[in-house]
């Protein structure tokens, strides 16, 4: 018995090894490089009405029956459960499996979902197809299998790390985010899943995106822990040439926070998923606060093969949200760490007008010096890191809120605004009693430097920069700039605020 077992298990782990020879990227990069020889045609998106006509709380009625897991009864570290199309959800995506035999199709079963009070035929639905996935595994409870990452909607996928709850958004790919012309929208058409092993503490999944000007091969490898890890690998295949290419774009929320306070009464001091916009490069790290502007904002920053960005919520303070139901507190921030040189370009910066807080209104991506030419290929890794508990900062001194107030004091009000940057960590722990760093400020021809004071914040051991200013013209940004320099050198993150401009 003893050796039939282990003639078993030795059989089961060739098989297994023989998984990465049956189906691997360059697999999904034949498939994407022979769609994008041949002209483009749109999915169909055309759903049966019951479906299309459901609003949100009756298409969350639709539910995944938890039993019916992949994986449920196999007693493997991660299982998956599938998204039903409806609503604006309209996009049928293939799902597969790859195995030691080869791959095979995950077949649509409507009896596997509970459709809730909506009243649904799930006869009439049997070769329907599903809208994406999600991957559970047992982040924070070692009985209890949580969500990991989900795919569901053109390119977008999220992830959560311990102790997380959904917040941002990843994308595979944007393409002219801002512009005129309208944005395009590539879409994963089709996904391959790794049956893992019992010991594997990763999942590998693969992706065939299209679009009307590029094809391309994606592959996922996602490591959960206290900050997951999605390791991108992509090969990209250019019908035609595209004049603004988005490189691992973040997608998140911002309604307002201390710096730019509600337009109405809320008792919630701060409502955003992320606060900042983070880019370290070869000479700097810089730290953008967003905002929430009155008409589209497109900043950016330049940079030579950047060292990484993200869309981060440093702010871990409950009582700074007070929101018990969506607990912004606890939303993770994305932090991008290229893989290799990618050149020169620039980290850019999406900002778009919300009354709410139900719109993602924020993008961040990186955008090639040299866009590419139809026929060109573009192959491209880097890895995002879901985090919370061990967010990825500078070295040095780095922003730890932003406030801003009117600069009149009593009623000699006037059109001036005071920030109040506040520094901490880094160098300024290690500076000695009588030490005091110097504020380097800037500001853009569109303003002036009021008043400038540099204090010492005994709360939290750092230093404070208090700015007051004045615009010239409220129909232009005005951009702002501090930094703390000891002696010659920075001893922090550079503040870059930008005040949007407002509406003739």
Known sequence: MARKALLGGLLILAAFSQTAQAFDFNDVARRAKEIAGKPYVRADTQLPKPLTDLNYEQYKEIRYKADKALWRSNKLPFEVQFYHPGLYFNQIVKLNLVT???????????????????????????????????????????????????????????????????????????????????????????????????????????????????????????????????????????????????????????????????????????????????????????????????????????????RGFGLMQRDRDFAHYEDLDTRYDRKPSVWVVPKGDWGRGRVELVQIPTKDATNDNVVAYWVPEQGPHAGSTMDLEYTLFWQAN??????????????????????????????????QGGPLEFLKGDQKPVAGLWISDNGEILDRQLVRNDATGGWRVIMRVRRSDDARPLEMRAVLRNGDDNISETWAYILPPEPR
Request: aromatic share 12%; net charge negative; charged share 30%.
């Open 100 to 306: 030691a035999d080869g791959v095979r199709k995950i077949p649509f079963q409507p009896e596997n979902f509970d459709y809730g009070r909506n009243n649904i035929d799930p006869d009439k639905l049997r070769d329907l197809g599903f809208a994406g996935f999600r991957v559970h595994f047992p982040l924070n409870d070692k009985n209890v299998r949580d969500e990991l990452i989900a795919f569901q909607g053109a390119s977008f996928f999220r992830a959560l790390g311990k102790n997380q709850v959904y917040g941002e958004s990843a994308r595979g790919l944007a393409i002219d985010t801002g512009e005129l012309s309208g944005e395009e929208f590539p879409v994963f058409r089709e996904f391959w899943i790794e049956w893992p092993r019992p010991e594997d503490r990763e999942l590998t999944i693969y992706a065939l995106l299209d679009s009307r000007r590029v094809s391309g091969a994606y592959r996922f490898k996602v490591r959960p822990g206290d900050s997951t890890a999605t390791e991108v690998k992509a090969r990209l295949y250019f019908r035609d040439g595209v004049g603004k290419l988005g490189i691992a774009p973040l997608t998140s929320m911002f309604l307002y926070a201390s710096h730019q306070p509600p337009a109405t009464d809320d008792y919630r001091p701060e409502v955003h998923d992320s606060e900042g916009l983070s880019v370290q490069t070869d000479g700097e790290w810089i730290w953008r606060p967003l905002v929430n502007p009155k008409r589209l904002l497109i900043t950016s920053f330049g940079a030579s093969s950047p």
């Open 390 to 423: 061990q967010e990825t900062r500078p070295p040095l001194a780095w922003v730890a809120q932003t406030r801003r107030d009117h600069g009149g004091v009593g009623r000699d009000t006037d059109n001036s605004l005071r920030y109040i940057v506040d520094f």
